[in-house]
């Protein structure tokens, strides 16, 4: 079992919708959350991060951590075409624990105008 | 100002050379970490330096690989004798503090 699942998609939303992404997770151990954001042929570009549970709410976007579940979840409301990238989350348990990031595979969104 | 370069950005190489890859990370950045890309895989970690030292090595798939940072600045990724299973997107990122990384645009390497 892969430390951090992600579906990959596609997922293709016409502008304007709220689009919701999501991971599971296996470590009860990872207390840092992240989403980054990685358009074709460029690095990802760290988006939202989260420690622990709760929500975090940044202009359209808002990451939600439920650490009982091991489910995070990224929303993303009206929805742009510039919105369209893969998202990846990412995973830590935190300092001085090997310093050690845990990605999923990305989930692609295409927003359509 | 400048963010986290690579080189190449491209490299094609046959099966059984050895190939650098280069990492330029934010001035002043002291942790480096380089990662690997496969399609469908996410990114799959391969080692992290703190100033010079690597305190993980974990994630490097075979002696082939190897990594190295000078300077506490630029730092080099070397696989020899390449395979194809190595084909993939290499991309480095850098961190003043662990909790937040920038990556650099990766180096796309080809095994043929």
């Known amino acids: 079992q892969k430390e951090v699942e992600q579906d990959p998609g596609p997922l293709s939303v016409p502008e304007g919708a709220i689009v919701s992404l999501n991971c599971t997770y296996s470590?009860?151990?990872?207390?840092?959350f992240m989403w980054y954001r990685q358009y074709s042929r460029k690095g990802p570009e760290l988006l939202m991060y989260?420690?622990?549970?709760g929500n975090k709410e940044d202009g359209r976007f808002t990451a939600q951590v439920d650490k009982s579940s091991k489910y995070i979840s990224l929303f993303i409301r009206d929805s742009q075409p510039s919105d369209s990238a893969t998202y990846l989350c990412?995973?830590?348990?935190?300092?001085?624990?090997?310093?050690?990031?845990?990605f999923g595979t990305g989930t692609s969104l295409t927003v359509i105008p | 100002g400048a963010g986290v370069s690579q080189s190449p950005s491209n490299k094609v190489t046959e099966k059984g050379k050895d190939v650098e890859l280069r990492c330029d990370p934010i001035?002043?950045?002291?942790?480096l970490y380089w990662y690997r890309q496969s399609l469908g895989q996410g990114l799959e970690f391969l080692i992290y330096?703190?100033?010079?030292?690597?305190?993980?090595k974990s994630g490097l798939p075979s002696d082939r690989f190897s990594a190295e940072r000078t300077g506490g600045s630029v730092s080099t990724l070397t696989i020899q004798r390449t395979q194809q299973e190595d084909s993939a997107v290499y991309l480095c990122?850098?961190?003043?503090?662990?909790?937040?990384?920038?990556f650099g645009p990766g180096t796309r390497l080809t095994v043929l």
């Open positions: 001035s002043g950045h002291t942790a």
């Open positions: 989260t420690y622990s549970s």
């Open positions: 330096f703190q100033g010079n030292s690597a305190p993980d």
């Open positions: 470590n009860s151990a990872f207390q840092y």
């Open positions: 990122a850098s961190s003043s503090q662990w909790d937040t990384q920038y």
């Open positions: 990412a995973m830590s348990r935190g300092p001085n624990t090997g310093n050690q990031f845990y």
